[in-house]
């Protein structure tokens, strides 16, 4: 079945410093992945999209992207702040029994 | 334009009791999926309903239950519950179902079952 790999965390940054997670699936034919954030005490809120079309997405100043080379998809932010801190859920887009990856926890310290 | 909303937030219950909650699409959306979310497991799909039909279903045992009303809003219910049952519940609302379609979710709510 699919799967959805999703880089372990807790991860711990101070703050400015560079962000990259990284996320795998197995199923064919996603032409897509979601990239979610949960604050703490709140549901998934979507955050960006990333496609395989080498289309990058980005949205308060995180960016998504694949590379082709690992076939795998990246979250990243170029300088991170502490109202980063959250945890962070990739997953191939919507139904059919929409399976997300298990989650990384991002800690940024001031 | 509102959110997708879910009601109760919170919720104490006792092993063996039964609970019922509640989700609220975004208007025009016609598919809500529910999840389960817990530390050790992560997030687990429940099932996916659209236009009043269950149309996928995830891994969990009969005790658990949905349905959808012609409004698209939708309920879940957890029969005999459990001490495991205890998760933050959230469900989710896009347009369609299927592949490709954004989901939406609400900020969930917390059952604590002792």
């Known amino acids: 079945g699919d799967s959805v790999t999703q880089m372990e965390g807790p991860v711990t940054l101070s703050e400015e410093a560079f962000l990259t997670i990284n996320c795998t699936y197995t199923a064919t034919g996603y032409p897509s992945l979601f990239w979610y954030v949960q604050y703490p005490g709140e549901g998934l809120q979507l955050l960006l999209k990333?496609?395989?079309?080498?289309d990058k997405g980005s949205n308060k100043g995180f960016e998504a992207t694949y590379r082709k080379e690992t076939t795998s998809f990246h979250l990243e932010k170029g300088s991170v702040q502490v109202s980063d801190s959250a945890v962070y859920f990739c997953?191939?887009?919507?139904?059919?029994?929409?399976?997300f990856g298990a989650g990384t926890r991002l800690f940024v310290k001031a | 334009k509102a959110g997708v909303t879910q009601t109760p937030r919170y919720l104490i219950k006792t092993r063996g009791q039964q609970v019922t909650l509640s989700c609220s699409p975004i208007s025009g959306h016609r598919s809500v999926s529910w999840y389960q979310q817990t530390p050790g497991q992560g997030l687990q799909f429940l099932f996916e309903?659209?236009?009043?039909?269950?149309?996928n279903k995830g891994n969990f045992p009969g005790r658990f239950s949905g349905r959808q009303f012609s409004n698209s809003r939708s309920e879940m219910n957890v029969s005999t519950l459990e001490l495991g049952d205890s998760a933050l519940y959230l469900c989710?609302?896009?347009?369609?179902?299927?592949?490709?379609?954004?989901?939406?979710f609400g900020p969930g709510t917390r059952l604590t079952v002792l």
């Open positions: 309903y659209f236009s009043e039909t269950q149309r």
């Open positions: 997953a191939p887009p919507g139904g059919f029994k929409t399976i």
């Open positions: 990333a496609t395989k079309a080498d």
């Open positions: 989710a609302s896009s347009l369609g179902s299927g592949r490709g379609n954004e989901q939406f």
